[in-house]
């Protein structure tokens, strides 16, 4: 693995400020117990009370306290305990799809290390969505883990600023940035796009085809991939863009997509697995020779190209290793020891059967 961050092309991930209108606030730091107390006229012990043994609060009392809660947006902390011991077990990860392999290898690999040492992993899913996204950030707020782990980027500028409020080791991963909101276990996506491109065209393929997500990673993928292209004077025969991936299907979808399109193609590069495992089942269910009439490749953790059959063409990153490297920084972070916050690995290339 390689530690130089300038061996690997940097991508270039989308800073998205939220828009608001003249003099709207932005943003809100969390509203303390004891500001509720307070506008209630009542000490903290009350409101504690009141939102978790309302027995014990006279009716007009916590009426009173209901009202300041709604008004002020005051989220009772389940786990204050922990924090005012100065310490929470929980590390909390974020995949964008727990249907794909390459992620859920991440957060195994990570849960692996940490548990070992006395925390314990919590799981939720983003599923490529900045309003699921914004639901689990805002749920930190109240959870405050020891740590958070995503399995990528945060681009709301918003949901960045609210990470660094916490004031706890966030390690974000699967793209080389620039400017993570703190730690980072990156890859460069433009060069998976471009070793892809270079992998099909060493292969004789000469109408290679893309499919996608039009944003994020997708979008970086795609950018290398028709830059190494065009390097080697080759068109992009056809590309197809989706929102989301949610599972198999949307592959076998979006392959259909690129043939009513009228590409001519003879290759596809797939920028995810399920991607990649739809297309490939979408052109044998159609009596279509893989590789013989077309080629597949999809960017994923190489390791798993063997799981399918006919083996899958696979361009990516040992996802186990980006677990295994969040989790160290998070215990190094939290003991105080001394490691590089930042680090870019390799990407490798498994040719199976489908190329």
């Not at 707020?141 to 681009?155: N, Q, S, W």
């Not at 001519?264 to 279509?288: K, P, R, Y």
């Not at 597949?296 to 490297?325: H, K, N, Q, W, Y």
Request: hydrophobic letters at 40%.
């Amino acid at each position: 693995m390689h530690d130089d961050l300038t061996a690997h092309s940097f991508d270039d991930v989308v800073r998205i400020e939220p828009t608001v209108s003249a003099g709207t606030q932005t943003r809100a730091k969390p509203v303390r117990i004891e500001q509720v107390a307070q506008l209630a006229g009542v000490s903290a012990i009350t409101v504690s009370r009141a939102l978790r043994n309302p027995n014990l609060v006279s009716d007009a009392t916590r009426a009173r306290i209901l009202e300041v809660v709604q008004q002020t947006g005051y989220w009772s902390n389940p786990h204050a305990s922990a924090l005012r011991s100065g310490r929470s077990s929980i590390v909390a990860v974020f995949v964008s799809n727990l249907q794909s392999q390459q992620y859920t290898q991440a957060a195994q690999a990570c849960a692996q290390v940490i548990e070992e040492h006395g925390l314990q992993m919590m799981v939720g899913q983003t599923s490529y969505s900045y309003s699921r996204e914004l639901t689990a950030i805002q749920s930190l707020r109240a959870l405050r883990p020891a740590a958070v782990f995503f399995t990528g980027v945060i681009e709301l500028e918003e949901n960045r600023r609210t990470l660094r409020d916490l004031n706890i080791p966030i390690v974000e991963s699967w793209a080389h940035t620039r400017d993570p909101i703190d730690m980072l276990v990156a890859f460069s996506n433009v060069d998976a796009g471009r070793l892809a491109a270079t992998h099909l065209s060493d292969r004789g393929y000469r109408r290679p085809a893309f499919i996608g997500r039009g944003g994020g990673r997708g979008k970086l993928r795609l950018q290398g991939f028709s830059q190494r292209l065009a390097e080697r004077d080759i068109n992009l025969a056809g590309h197809v863009v989706i929102d989301w991936v949610e599972s198999v299907e949307d592959g076998r979808i979006a392959y259909r997509r690129l043939q009513e399109s009228g590409a001519q193609f003879d290759s596809v590069f797939c920028a995810n697995d399920l991607l990649g495992t739809g297309a490939m089942i979408e052109a044998l269910s159609q009596g279509q020779g893989v590789p013989e009439q077309v080629g597949i490749l999809a960017f994923g953790d190489p390791s798993t190209a063997g799981a399918l059959s006919p083996r899958l063409s696979m361009v990516g990153v040992d996802t186990r290793e980006v677990g295994r490297r969040a989790a160290a920084m998070i215990l190094a972070r939290i003991s105080g020891e001394d490691l590089p916050s930042r680090t870019c690995l390799d990407l490798s290339l498994v040719r199976g059967e489908t190329t």
